[in-house]
Every structure is written in structure tokens, then in C-alpha cells.
Nanobody, 115 residues
């Protein structure tokens, strides 16, 4: 059984920064694309950023230039560095990993951007 555990969320003022982490654990044989999604109240879940096992990245237009996704394959961890945060970034952020040929989701971590 594979588990994903996110951390690093919280309350931050506009313009601030947060770093999210997502660690995968359990019986893991292969890891492919790792990514972050977010879901705000009343809105659909949306892609924030993804990173392949080779390090190629893709970002939502709304976060380009502000967010950076990275991964540590040895630690089976994906990170999301979020800078210049805006109130519209407020959402539950969920980790998504292609693991053992299937898609796994974390439970989510709340990010609130407010003064």
C-alpha cells in the first residue's frame, strides 16, 4: 500500500512564500510523473505543476514565474516552492503521483493567502 503525505501548508500574507512537500511511502516499485493540483471552494480541481522522472516540468499559466516544482527521487518526494503568493492561490493543494502504474492522491494541505 502506498501513501502520500503532504506538508507545508498554512496561512501566509500576500507576497509571501511557502514550500510544500509530499513524501511517498510504502511498497513502491516505480515512480513516474509527480505533480501538484489545487482545489478552491466551489471550483474544480486544477493542475498547478507537474514534473517527470527526468526533470521536465510544466506549470499552469497562473503560477508560471512564481512557483517551482522539484523532486528528490531518492527520497520519493516532490516539492512545490510558492513565491509571491496571491489571495487567489488560496486552496487545498493535493499531491498526485504516478506510482506502480496507478495514480495516487494525497489527502491535501490547506494554503490560505490573506492579510
Amino acid at each position: 500500500q502506498v501513501q502520500l503525505v503532504e506538508s507545508g501548508g498554512g496561512l501566509v500574507q500576500p507576497g509571501g512564500s511557502l514550500r510544500l512537500s509530499c513524501v511517498a511511502s510504502g511498497s513502491i516499485f516505480s515512480i513516474g510523473v509527480m505533480g501538484w493540483y489545487r482545489q478552491a471552494p466551489g471550483k474544480q480541481r486544477e493542475l498547478v505543476a507537474v514534473i517527470t522522472s527526468g526533470g521536465r516540468t510544466n506549470y499552469a499559466d497562473s503560477v508560471k514565474g512564481r512557483f517551482t516544482i522539484s523532486r528528490d527521487n531518492a527520497k520519493i518526494t516532490v516539492y512545490l516552492q510558492m513565491n509571491s503568493l496571491k489571495p487567489e492561490d488560496t486552496a487545498v493543494y493535493l499531491c498526485n503521483v504516478d506510482c506502480n502504474g496507478g495514480i495516487k492522491w494525497g489527502q491535501g494541505t490547506q494554503v490560505t493567502v490573506s492579510s
